[in-house]
């Protein structure tokens, strides 16, 4: 499939550069395509491009709170808190506390844990992981899984349906930037692995075609002694990300790739320091990503290109409009009065237009399109 028209061409005041050295008084908006790795025009205005006055119609910025859910799978991680979904992936939120007392296989497409809160032993067909607040981990398509959690345990849960999971292509810069193959942690056979396999009787609850059936077995099916293979479920924490920086120019959302599904991405913000030239800018640039929806979990820390968020809010922004930094954000950026970031936030863009679904629906905080508005004061 092609990619567009290559003709670049220039009109009226701009950048030579783009996110650097703008225009005095204007405000830059990227019109890009797929993902901000196909063709983009930076586009040069007199005002901000979110400085709206109101939306009417069901094309809106969404933002939800989860620490507001009444419910989400206490009893089963198949009872997890659907928030966003389209045919190629399910966001959901999913809270528990305990040991697992079955297993669990996703029968739909491999499924990616990112830990929010809370640690938990993790027991699966190839052995135990410990993990922990801030791990990512990545769960084959068909694994039988559980988790055995001493406290309260919250974890955001993406399905890639009918897909798999793999590492973005790094190219000039090696495989070992961002963070090293080698800091992929895989589940162990070791003595805790071991000591859990008896003969009582287990189930296993299948989730194939979004629809649970149950499989009784008279011992614990995870009872394997070895394995060997390419396949294998992987765990990654946000802290052994080392994300790319540039000092000169701020980079785009798609340099923070982690994983990378068949119809969208999973990328991770993580601290680093701020661009420090003079002319670069130092928020997220004003873009119309006109090919992608875009969600944000925000994990922890102050998110520099947001007012009123908190961790364990998402928000949703549809393709469509223009969306970027709120004023307050993009103030600080210009006076460069931070010099670092101090968040952590998991990003999923989706190639195709995700649903909300009621439990989005029940946490939403209903005015965020409104929190663009500058204050008077």
């Known amino acids: 499939m092609g990619r567009g028209i290559n003709l670049p061409r220039s009109e009226g005041a701009s950048s030579r550069q783009a996110h650097v050295d703008l225009p005095q008084g204007t405000y830059e908006r990227e019109l890009g395509r797929e993902g901000f790795f196909g063709p983009a025009t930076e586009m040069y205005h007199r005002h901000p491009p979110t400085a709206w006055i109101k939306f009417e119609g069901p094309l809106r910025p969404h933002a939800f709170d ?54 938990a032993e993790f027991f699966c067909d190839y052995g135990h992981l410990s993990v922990t607040e801030g791990d990512y981990i990545a ?17 955001l849960a993406i399905e890639a349906t009918n897909g798999s999971y793999s590492l973005p292509e790094k190219g000039m810069v090696g495989h070992h930037a961002i963070f090293d193959p080698a800091v992929l942690d895989t589940p162990h056979i070791n003595d805790a692995f071991k000591q859990q396999q008896d003969e009582r009787e287990w189930r296993v609850v299948v989730k194939r075609s979004n629809q649970l059936t149950t499989i009784t077995y008279p011992f614990n099916p995870l009872d394997a002694i070895g394995w060997c293979g390419t396949l294998m479920p992987l765990r990654v924490n946000w802290r052994d990300i080392r994300p790319l920086m540039s ?4 980079l785009p959302p798609s340099a923070h790739t982690t994983f990378v599904a068949q119809r969208f ?28 929806d875009e969600v944000i979990f925000y994990h922890q820390g102050e ?14 922004h549809p393709s469509g409009f223009p969306h970027g930094p709120h004023p307050k954000a993009l103030a600080a950026g210009v006076q460069a009065s931070r010099k670092d970031t ?15 679904l009621p439990s989005a629906s029940s946490i939403e905080w209903t005015d965020y399109a409104d929190s663009w508005k500058e204050s008077k004061k």
């Open 342 to 356: 101090n968040e952590v936030a998991v990003m999923i863009d989706t190639r195709d237009a995700l649903g909300m």
């Open 66 to 119: 989860t620490t507001k859910l009444a419910n989400a799978g206490e009893d089963s991680f198949w009872q997890a808190a659907g928030l966003l979904a389209n045919a190629h992936t399910q966001i959901r939120l999913w809270r528990m506390q305990g040991k697992m007392d079955h297993l669990v296989r996703n029968a739909d497409g491999d499924e990616l844990l990112f830990l929010h809160q809370g640690k």
């Open 303 to 316: 998110f520099f290109s947001r007012d009123n968020i908190h961790p364990g809010m998402i928000t949703f």
């Open 265 to 292: 991405v999973v990328c991770t913000f993580c601290p680093r320091p701020m661009e420090s030239d003079p002319g670069a800018l130092k928020v997220p640039f004003f873009h119309s990503n006109d090919d992608f």
């Open 247 to 250: 000092h000169r120019y701020h």
């Open 139 to 155: 769960i084959p398509r068909g694994t039988m899984w559980r988790i055995e959690a001493d406290g309260p345990l919250i974890a």
